[in-house]
């Protein structure tokens, strides 16, 4: 059979300039498609705005079965870590600010994997499909993530003083605690700040590593990996508490910064947070999306 | 910029011009340039690896060509300020967390689209996944459920345009049969639909122009009509070598099909008759090639280029 009939089929129409005005009133459709006048312009429906999108990221860490589950395991254990400080232990100790402190540490685990899992979802669940045909600038995405990450912090700082005040009255009433409502100023903003560094870190681990798994490993294990060469090699023991996220981030959530700890703070947060934001950025904007 | 009401018009809802992708040294997409009409379904054929997934995935935004441009409504997918409701897109039923619900997917984007909550549910009613079907997991779907999803997402924020890859996979003869009259409707009210398949008889019943593609490269566009001209003729006889025969006496040249039949290269038939009436032959039966010349057409245009594109990797 020859093909060349239908080769002939292939002439398209060609350049056809679509300016021509209609004169003629659109008729309404009833349904479907909108009909749109030819000079109102396309794409004439907003874009959604940042906050919209920061909400949606933010649902879409509660609105799995795995999301719930962690979700509420962060709950129960600071509240769980805060009854238990105000219950037992010295009794100078059974305060808002011991337990306040005691459940910065398990939330500072739980914020980066949240951070990791908010970009890494995406991928592992290929739902990065549906959510860059949406929102094909992708920068607005990334941006929405770590506003989520924020707030996710932010409310982790919450959970704290919460389950905090909620052992203190526990222990109040069981007897035995001090029962001190007294807190550190310098304790409270320097706790934020660094479980806000925590989330960031996840997002931006995420980011450069894609996969859950391997961004979750990376966080633990680089850090890990740095604290061991600060202990080996002696000679650069004063440079790496520049560079060790685990030295320079320390006195933040005991809230005992000052003057040379917060230089150590802005270099870490740079190495850990800002490259991995920034290279993750690149990648994810370049990345061809399957 | 054209509008969606002119159906009158030709008005290019999508605009694919010299979209290439390279990978390296090899090719998936190369020179691929079409357009699809307001008012008409464009079935966008091809065996797997053939390049649609790559092209439709150039058009919106996910993967950079390596040359070439495309717009949609009259502008790049990217200059869209929200494209979902402008193109409503469903490249992959499969690619959506399985620990959602469907009405969480939906409801998700109905918050990026800005679109009503009861916009979900009317979607979710009109692709029959209302009720309990709604709030299971989609990890529980099967297929042909979350091939039903994708298309309540695409449909969420009432485009003009639908981007579609492979929508009937997984859906059951009953499921391919609501499809084509949601997509002929979408296209009768002024809409434009771009579908993807592998399989020609999912997408021939409702496609008013094919645009097939093999190793890459764009092999035939036109309306069905345009490709079946110079489909030829289908003959069958009691005497199929004498049929042969006579085909060859005539100076026609044919294709044994399905067998026992002729598709003889003219699509006249009466020349046909004649020769058979002179060779004596008893005729079974003697029509334009339709759907079978169509299907035949579109694997010797497929297989070919697949054969020669393989040989050249």
Redesign the interface.
């Known amino acids: 059979?020859?093909?060349?009939?239908?080769?002939?089929?292939?002439i398209?129409?060609g350049a056809?300039t679509?300016?021509?005005p209609?004169t003629d009133p659109?008729?309404p459709?009833?349904?479907?498609?909108?009909?749109?006048?030819?000079t109102a312009?396309?794409?004439g429906?907003?874009?959604?705005a940042l906050r919209?999108?920061v909400?949606?990221e933010l649902?879409?860490t509660a609105?799995?079965?795995?999301?719930r589950w962690l979700l509420i395991s962060a709950v129960a254990i600071a509240l769980v870590v805060a009854v238990a400080r105000c219950l037992s232990g010295d009794a100078s100790e059974r305060t808002f600010q011991g337990a306040f402190e005691l459940t910065l540490f398990p939330l500072a685990l739980l914020l980066p994997v949240m951070g990791v899992l908010l970009v890494t979802?995406e991928w592992t669940?290929?739902?990065?499909?549906?959510t860059?045909?949406?929102?094909?600038?992708r920068g607005r995405i990334v941006a929405a993530k770590l506003g989520a990450g924020v707030l996710l912090g932010v409310a982790a700082f919450v959970l704290s003083l919460a389950s905090a005040a909620i052992g203190n009255v526990v222990g109040s009433i069981a007897g035995g605690a001090d029962g001190s409502w007294s807190m550190s100023g310098d304790l409270l903003y320097q706790s934020l700040v660094g479980q806000l560094l925590g989330v960031l870190i996840g997002v931006g681990f995420g980011l450069v590593f894609v996969t859950s798994a391997l961004a979750i490993v990376m966080y633990f294990a680089l850090p890990t990996v740095f604290s061991i060469i600060r202990e080996l090699i002696s000679g650069i023991r004063d440079a790496m508490e520049w560079i060790d996220m685990n030295v320079a981030f320390e006195p933040l959530f005991e809230g005992t910064a000052t003057g040379d700890d917060w230089g150590k703070v802005v270099v870490a947060a740079t190495i850990w947070v800002g490259i991995p934001v920034a290279v993750g950025t690149w990648r994810v904007l370049?990345r061809?999306?399957? | 910029m054209c509008d969606a009401a002119g159906a009158d018009s030709l008005c290019a809802m999508i605009d694919v011009v010299g979209l290439t992708k390279r990978y390296g040294a090899h090719a998936a997409v190369s020179d691929v340039s079409f357009r699809c009409e307001a008012g008409t379904v464009t079935g966008f054929l091809g065996p797997n690896g053939a390049g649609k997934s790559t092209t439709m995935r150039m058009v919106c935004g996910l993967t950079v060509p390596s040359a070439g441009t495309s717009t949609v409504v009259g502008v790049p997918y990217l200059a869209l300020p929200n494209p979902g409701r402008e193109v409503g897109v469903l490249l992959d039923a499969s690619a959506q967390h399985a620990g959602r619900t469907g009405r969480e997917i939906l409801t998700l984007s109905a918050m990026v689209l800005g679109v009503g909550r009861d916009r979900v549910d009317d979607m979710l009613e009109q692709v029959g996944l209302s009720g309990k079907a709604a709030t299971r997991r989609v990890g529980d779907y099967s297929l042909g459920m979350r091939q039903r999803l994708g298309i309540a997402q695409a449909l969420l924020g009432d485009p003009q345009v639908l981007i579609l890859d492979e929508p009937a996979n997984g859906l059951d003869p009953e499921g391919i049969a609501w499809m084509r009259g949601l997509l002929r409707g979408f296209a009768d009210r002024g809409g434009a639909v771009l579908l993807s398949s592998h399989l020609l008889n999912e997408v021939e019943a409702v496609a008013d122009r094919l645009v097939v593609i093999a190793g890459g490269r764009i092999v035939a566009d036109g309306t069905k009509a345009d490709l079946l001209r110079g489909a030829g003729t289908r003959v069958r006889a009691t005497d199929h070598d004498a049929l042969r025969r006579a085909v060859a006496d005539a100076g026609l040249t044919s294709e044994t099909v399905d067998g026992d039949a002729e598709l003889v290269a003219t699509d006249d038939a009466e020349v046909v008759g004649r020769m058979a009436r002179d060779a004596g032959l008893v005729l079974l039966e003697l029509r334009p090639a339709d759907g079978a010349g169509l299907e035949h057409l579109f694997l010797s245009l497929t297989s070919g280029v697949a054969e020669g594109s393989a040989a050249a990797a």
């Open positions: 059979m020859n093909v060349p009939p239908i080769v002939d089929a292939l398209r129409p056809i679509m300016s021509t209609r659109v008729p459709t009833p349904a479907g498609p909108t009909a749109t006048q030819a312009p396309r794409g429906h907003a874009a959604p919209r999108l909400l949606v649902r879409k609105d799995t079965r795995s999301g979802a669940q290929r739902t990065s499909l549906t860059f045909a949406l929102v094909p600038h370049r061809e999306v399957k």
